[in-house]
């Protein structure tokens, strides 16, 4: 079993210089698959444990209500064999004890931590990369067996004067210009240094 992910020349600009003329690389994104619905995950589990699917689904629902239940009262709750997930926020932080008010709260989040034996089943996975050209053609395959390093959100992190603790984030000034994003499945903004090859 492998992750398939997608390299596929872009033409990138940095700057909004209509004279620019960009630079040219290859941007990696996973290649997801379509999106599994909750019945054919339920018909899967019944046939792996046993159990008829009216009772899984009776499971699932269940559980689904008091991970949302608890989750919402502010535990960090344990989903079985995949990790934890609870409640987050990302606020402004204030100097003033008067000033703190329930709009400085710019969102609410919700946030995984996956357990140690899923991350480490994904470090582990195989990649498999196909590399397309700017004409939509494929130039390329890589398929590598190394280990990989698995992000955790639920580290403290320091980032443009946001810091994490807790589930929760104390927000400084907001750095103007900012163009970092997540590559998550789709192609998110370029990196400011051309020459390096990364799109963070």
Same mark, same amino acid.
């Not at 009216?54 to 535990?75: L, R, S, Y």
């Not at 004890?97 to 195989?126: G, H, M, Q, W, Y």
């Given at each position: 079993?492998?992750?398939?992910?997608?390299?596929?020349?872009?033409?990138?600009? %940095?700057?909004?210089?209509?004279? /620019?003329? +960009?630079?040219?690389?290859?941007?990696? !994104? $996973?290649?997801l698959y379509t999106s599994l619905n909750q019945?054919?995950? @339920?018909?899967?589990?019944?046939?792996?444990?046993?159990?008829?699917? +009216?009772?899984?689904? #009776?499971? =699932? /629902?269940? !559980?689904?209500?008091?991970?949302? !239940? =608890? !989750? &919402?009262?502010?535990?960090?709750?344990? @989903? $079985?064999?995949?990790g934890t997930m609870r409640f987050g926020l990302r606020a402004k #932080?204030?100097?003033?004890?008067?000033?703190?008010?329930?709009?400085?709260?710019? &969102?609410?989040?919700?946030? %995984? &931590? $996956? /357990?140690? /034996?899923?991350?480490?089943?994904? #470090?582990?996975?195989? @990649?498999? @990369? &196909?590399? %397309?050209d700017r004409n939509g053609k494929e130039v390329k395959r890589v398929t590598s067996t190394d280990g990989g390093e698995v992000e955790d959100n639920d580290t403290n992190s320091t980032e443009n004067g946001s810091t994490e603790q807790g589930g929760s984030t104390q927000q400084g000034t907001e750095t103007p210009g900012d163009n970092t994003s997540d590559n998550t499945g789709g192609n998110g903004g370029g990196n400011d240094d051309p020459d390096d090859g990364v799109i963070s």
């Open positions: 079993m492998a992750l398939k992910v997608k390299a596929v020349e872009k033409l990138l600009k %940095f700057n909004k210089d209509e004279n /620019d003329p +960009g630079v040219y690389r290859y941007v990696m !994104a $996973p290649e019945k054919k995950v @339920i018909k899967e589990a019944a046939l792996r444990s046993g159990v008829s699917q +009216g009772v899984m689904q #009776a499971c =699932w /629902d269940a !559980a689904g209500e008091v991970i949302k !239940a =608890w !989750a &919402t009262e502010g535990h960090s709750v344990a @989903i $079985p064999g995949l #932080a204030v100097e003033d004890v008067n000033d703190v008010k329930s709009k400085l709260i710019k &969102t609410r989040r919700i946030i %995984f &931590t $996956p /357990d140690v /034996d899923l991350k480490e089943e994904l #470090a582990s996975t195989a @990649i498999q @990369i &196909t590399c %397309f």
